[in-house]
Each structure stands twice: as structure tokens, then as C-alpha cells.
């Protein structure tokens, strides 16, 4: 029997120190896919993908990189979604944040080396300019409720912050019950002053990541748009959901809008991840949310914004967990144990 899923591709910050390996360990069958990856970044003078899925060593200050994390994270996530299991339908895709660009091809409408060629383009541009920076702080407690109005105050601190002189700050991505917030160094520490720290760890500044989704970013938005073709586009295979929750359809997608949208509102505008996957649910009712490798970070993201619409009676953190012990509802193929439910 065919099980529906959308797939959900992860962004930066997934691949870490226990995915060292990822490719070489999961996907020793895909070295022709890999090759064109890795003479595509040899022809820019970059080392390999492989060479650095297999190195023996992992170090925060490299691998977070925009021009190194990008391209692994890629590799990784389209290479699992050319895994699934022949009873899955995939019936969408969507991602987070660069996540973006993964699902793009992981839904047909890049090829995978076009894909490649996107990310690892955006994923150096990122890293060469490196404007701003982020940050993660939670609205909701630990029960994963939605707290709207906890929401709005933070929301409401930023923008106060933001309207300071010499100050920059922003809603950067809406991350389930965590808030991504982007700016400039007098921006980021003046909210890191005027909040609370939370579970010993938050407000958490992320290694390497410059203001991703926020005007900062108008720079690297237009080098991507200068070096990069949009005649690489064609239309998807399967639906996609953008970073604003709208759809994309097979067969009735403007490509030339959907080009702007890429190089353009998804680069210096907030992303809503919540709304992207709320709106998969409520649009496709699919059987399963399969979160793509590396990592498993992005399930939290995925499990809060589902509970936050009250998803087939998730209520909370406890109801979640129940419904997973019991009939799996989200599967990250970066959890070993998940994975062999949905692969071949």
C-alpha cells in the first residue's frame, strides 16, 4: 500500500560532527551522483564533497562555513531523497531556509547538478560576504504549547531594538516554537541583554551564519541573481512549498516568478518554516512529514508547528510523543532507527 509524504529538506546547521561520514556511510552507491558534485567544486578550486564527508577530523570553524556546510548538506538530503522507499509517494516538497534550494531539486524543478551549482554558489556567496549574523530563542515552554502572545512580545522587543539608531535586528525564520532572529553585532546583543537565558542555552548565536532572510542580505541576493542562470529552472515534478507557505504546482508554476522568489523574497525576507509545513499538512494530509538527512535538529521544528495547529490532536509535546511511539507520524532519515522505515 502507498504511504503519502511530503518531504522536507534541512538548512544550514545540520551537518555536524555525528554526520561526518554521512555519504560515505549511507549512500556508497551514489558515487556518480558525488562525482559531478565534486568536479564541479574542483573546477573552482574547492575541495572535494567527499574528501570532506570523509575526513577524519571535524571542526566547528570549517565545517560551519556557508561554502563547506552548504554543499554537504545538499549532497546528503538529495541523496536520501533519491532513496526512498518505492511505496512512498512523495505528493510535496518544502524545506528550511537554504533547505529551500534542496527542495527545489529534490521536487524536479532543478536538476541535481543544477542544484548543486545553486547551493554551493549561494553557500559561498554567503560566506564571502558574511553580513550579520543569528540567533535562537524560544517562545513556547517545554510542553511545546504555542504561546502567541509570548510570541508577540519577543516579536515586539525586536522591532523596539530594530528602531534603534545604529541598531539592526529582525525576524530572520518562524522555526516551529523557536524564533531565528538576524542582525548586526548592536542588534543581536542588545536582545541577548534584554531576554532571559532559557535551558542554560538560548539566546543561542549560530557559528558562520551571516543575516540570513533579511534586507543585509540585498548583496549577496543580487551576485547569486549576476552569476547564476534561471534558465536552470523547469517545472517541478511535484508540488512545493515556499518559505511564505505558497505552493507551487507541476505544470502551472511561473518559472520566471519563481526565480524571482528564489534570488529574491527568500533571500532578504523572513521565512516562515511553521507556515510552510502547517499549510502541507492542511493541503496534502499526508501519511508522513520525512525530514530529510543530515541531522535530526529540523523534527522538533516540524513536530512544534504541527502541535501548534493542533495537527489530528496533537496538543502538545506529550500528545506528540505518544502518536510517535504508536504510528510514526515524522520520520528524520538522520536518525538510523527512523531511517529504515522509509528507504529502499
Given at each position: 500500500m502507498t504511504r503519502t509524504a511530503v518531504l522536507i529538506c534541512p538548512g544550514r546547521g545540520t551537518y555536524n560532527k555525528p554526520e561526518l561520514g554521512y555519504l560515505h556511510r549511507h549512500h556508497a552507491d551514489k558515487a556518480a551522483l558525488f562525482a559531478s558534485f565534486d568536479a564541479a567544486r574542483a573546477t573552482l578550486g574547492q575541495e572535494e564533497v567527499t574528501a570532506l564527508d570523509g575526513a577524519t577530523r571535524f571542526s566547528v570553524s570549517k565545517y560551519s562555513r556557508g561554502d563547506i556546510a552548504s554543499p554537504l548538506i545538499y549532497a546528503s538530503a538529495?541523496?536520501?531523497?533519491?532513496?526512498?522507499?518505492?511505496?512512498?509517494?512523495?505528493?510535496?516538497?518544502?524545506?528550511?531556509?537554504?533547505?529551500?534550494?534542496?527542495?527545489?531539486?529534490?521536487?524536479?524543478?532543478l536538476t541535481p547538478q543544477h542544484g548543486f551549482d545553486l547551493v554551493n554558489t549561494m553557500g559561498s556567496l554567503m560566506q564571502e560576504h558574511l553580513i550579520g549574523g543569528q540567533l535562537v530563542y524560544p517562545f513556547t515552554g517545554s510542553?511545546?504549547?504555542?504561546?502567541?502572545h509570548r510570541k508577540a512580545d519577543l516579536l515586539q522587543k525586536v522591532a523596539e531594538i530594530n528602531a534603534r539608531e545604529g541598531h539592526v535586528l529582525s525576524l530572520s525564520i518562524d522555526l516551529g516554537g523557536l524564533l531565528v532572529l538576524a542582525g548586526d553585532e548592536a542588534g543581536l546583543s542588545a536582545f541577548e541583554a534584554a531576554v532571559p537565558v532559557v535551558e542554560d542555552r538560548f539566546p543561542m548565536r549560530l557559528a558562520n551564519h551571516a543575516g540570513f532572510h533579511t534586507r543585509l542580505q540585498e548583496p549577496v541576493a543580487a551576485a547569486g541573481r549576476a552569476r547564476l542562470n534561471a534558465a536552470m529552472l523547469q517545472q517541478p515534478e511535484v508540488a512545493l512549498i515556499d518559505g511564505r507557505g505558497a505552493i507551487w504546482r507541476p505544470g502551472a508554476t511561473d518559472l520566471a516568478a519563481l526565480w524571482d522568489y528564489t534570488l529574491g523574497h527568500q533571500v532578504v525576507e523572513p521565512y516562515d518554516f511553521t507556515r510552510a509545513v502547517q499549510n502541507a499538512a492542511l493541503e496534502f494530509a499526508p501519511d508522513l512529514f520525512i525530514v530529510t538527512g543530515p541531522g535530526t535538529t529540523l523534527g522538533g521544528a516540524v513536530a512544534q508547528s504541527l502541535v501548534h495547529q493542533n495537527w489530528q490532536g496533537l496538543s502538545d509535546k506529550a500528545a506528540f510523543k505518544t502518536r510517535q511511539q504508536k504510528d510514526p507520524l515524522l520520520i528524520s532519515m538522520g536518525d538510523d532507527g527512523q531511517r529504515k522505515l522509509v528507504v529502499r
Open positions: 538529495v541523496a536520501d531523497a533519491q532513496s526512498l522507499a518505492e511505496d512512498i509517494e512523495v505528493v510535496a516538497v518544502t524545506g528550511n531556509s537554504m533547505g529551500w534550494y534542496i527542495a527545489l531539486a529534490a521536487a524536479g524543478a510542553d511545546w504549547r504555542n504561546d502567541p
